[in-house]
Nanobody, 119 residues
Framework: VQLQASGGGLVQPGGSLRLSCAAS????????MGWYRQAPGKARELVAT???????NYADSVKGRFTISRDNAKNTVYLQMNSLKPEDAAVYYC??????????????WGKGTLVTVSS
C-alpha cells in the first residue's frame, strides 16, 4: 500500500491550495483518512480527518478555512485550504487506516508535500 500526496507549493497569504492524496496497492477497505502537518522545529499535528462515512474533524486552527473531503471510489482524500496564513506553512502528510486483508488494519503515511505561505 502506498499513499501519494500532491498539491503543495508556494502561495501568498490569503491564497488557496488543494492537496490530494491517493492510496494505491492491495486495499480491501479504508477507514479514516486524514491530513497532518509538521512545521520546522515543531511536532507533527493533526489538521483534519474524515471517516469512510464522511464524518469530519478539524484542528481549531483551521476550522472555517480548510475543508477535507474524499472520493471513496478513487481511494483519495483532499484538503482544500483557503485563507492561508504564514503559520500554515509546513510539510503536510496524509494518513490512512487501511485493511489490505479482511482483518488486518494498519496506518499508512504518505511522504509529505511542502506548503509554503509567503509574500
Amino acid at each position: 500500500v502506498q499513499l501519494q500526496a500532491s498539491g503543495g507549493g508556494l502561495v501568498q497569504p490569503g491564497g488557496s491550495l488543494r492537496l490530494s492524496c491517493a492510496a494505491s496497492g492491495s486495499i480491501v477497505s479504508i477507514n479514516v483518512m486524514g491530513w497532518y502537518r509538521q512545521a520546522p522545529g515543531k511536532a507533527r499535528e493533526l489538521v483534519a480527518t474524515i471517516t469512510n462515512t464522511g464524518s469530519t474533524n478539524y484542528a481549531d486552527s483551521v476550522k472555517g478555512r480548510f475543508t477535507i473531503s474524499r472520493d471513496n471510489a478513487k481511494n483519495t482524500v483532499y484538503l482544500q485550504m483557503n485563507s492561508l496564513k504564514p503559520e500554515d506553512a509546513a510539510v503536510y502528510y496524509c494518513k490512512a487506516y487501511i485493511a489490505n486483508t479482511p482483518f488486518r488494519w494498519n496506518d499508512y503515511w504518505g511522504k509529505g508535500t511542502l506548503v509554503t505561505v509567503s509574500s
